[in-house]
C-alpha cells in the first residue's frame, strides 16, 4: 500500500508541477491542488521538499500585469502561502534546510502589505498566511 501510494503522489506532483507553469487560470488551478495534496504526498516530500517549497515561495509571489487577473492572482498567492503553513504543520522537521530562503519571502509580502496604501486587501491574504506560517512553526 505504501509503494502505492508513493507512485501515486509521485504522478500527483509531476502533474500539479506541470501546471504551475501555464497561463494564471491553469496556474490558479495548480496552485489549489497542491495545496490539496499536501496532507497525502508525505512519501514523496522528503524527495521534493525543495520544489514543493520553492514553487510555493514562487508562487506566493506571482504577479500578472493583466488587471482582469487580480482575483486568481490573490487566489494563487493565497494558495502558495496556505500551503507552506500546511507542510509547516504536516513536515516541520523536512522544512529546515528553507527558512531563510522562505523568511526573506515572507518578509517582503509583510512589508508590502504594510506599506500597501492601494488596494490593501490585494495583500491581506497573503500577509496573513505568512504570519500563520511562522506561527506554526
Request: include cysteine.
Given at each position: 500500500e505504501e509503494i502505492l501510494q508513493e507512485k501515486h503522489s509521485q504522478t500527483i506532483l509531476g502533474a500539479i508541477f506541470a501546471?504551475?507553469?501555464k497561463e494564471t487560470s491553469v496556474r490558479m488551478r495548480g496552485a489549489d491542488a497542491l495545496l490539496n495534496s499536501i496532507g497525502f504526498i508525505e512519501p514523496q516530500m522528503e524527495q521534493h521538499a525543495a520544489i514543493v517549497v520553492r514553487k510555493c515561495l514562487e508562487l506566493a509571489q506571482f504577479t500578472s500585469a493583466n488587471p482582469a487577473e487580480?482575483?486568481?492572482?490573490d487566489r494563487i498567492n493565497n494558495s502558495a502561502m496556505m500551503c507552506l503553513v500546511h507542510a509547516a504543520h504536516e513536515y516541520y522537521t523536512k522544512l529546515r534546510p528553507f527558512a531563510e530562503e522562505i523568511w526573506n519571502v515572507t518578509k517582503v509580502i509583510l512589508e508590502q502589505a504594510v506599506t500597501a496604501n492601494v488596494l490593501p486587501s490585494e495583500t491581506a491574504g497573503v500577509a496573513l498566511q505568512s504570519l500563520l506560517f511562522w506561527g506554526a512553526i
Open positions: 501546471c504551475l507553469d487580480r482575483e486568481m492572482v
